[in-house]
């Protein structure tokens, strides 16, 4: 039995929750976020509060409930508080700066790597080498934090490169001479 799944979902105050067509929409303000919501699963809206059922007790119908359920629940604390990852960045010369939407990184290359941000999503830049992503997409922001850190991965024997803030490094020993 689903203990996520049952738990019902409350709907907080200035947000609209809607259910046309096997799709679960969630609006506050101008910004809204969808989900699918696959056969099987139903979603039901009572008393300001969202319901997640599902019509079969089969595996494949457990597993998508609790999943749904959460899902469902990510968007509302998107639309409220929000969803936030920061990244930081270290290294000799390494540093990124922000021109409008968009960060531009120097990262020991040859040339500046630019990442423009998506709809959605804003980046804030903290002195010269700490970036903050945030959304109301919590799936998005951390699609946009990973392609920020593949630009450049930590490295095992130095530590330089992009990591997120709560991430520890363990760094390797380097060669000694025998």
């Given at each position: ?7 019902p ?22 910004e ?40 469902i ?53 903290e ?20 392609k ?31």
């Amino acid at each position: 039995m689903s203990r996520i799944g049952n738990m019902p979902i409350s709907i907080p105050d200035g947000v609209d929750v809607s259910v046309k067509d096997n799709i679960i929409n969630v609006k506050k303000g101008n910004e809204s976020l969808s989900q699918e919501i696959p056969e099987g699963i139903s979603v039901e809206i009572e008393d300001k509060e969202v319901l997640v059922e599902r019509l079969d007790d089969s595996k494949h119908y457990r597993s998508l409930h609790g999943l749904i359920r959460s899902l469902i629940n990510n968007m509302m604390i998107g639309l409220t508080s929000g969803f936030s990852k920061t990244l930081e960045i270290n290294g000799v010369g390494y540093r990124v700066q922000q021109q409008g939407n968009k960060l531009v990184m120097n990262l020991g290359l040859s040339h500046p790597t630019e990442i423009e941000a998506p709809e959605g999503i804003t980046f804030e830049v903290e002195g010269q080498n700490k970036i903050v992503v945030k959304g109301a997409d919590k799936q998005l922001v951390g699609e946009i934090a990973a392609k920020i850190r593949s630009k450049r991965i930590p490295d095992a024997y130095k530590g330089k490169g992009i990591k997120y803030d709560y991430e520890i490094l363990r760094l390797k020993e380097g060669k000694t001479g025998a």
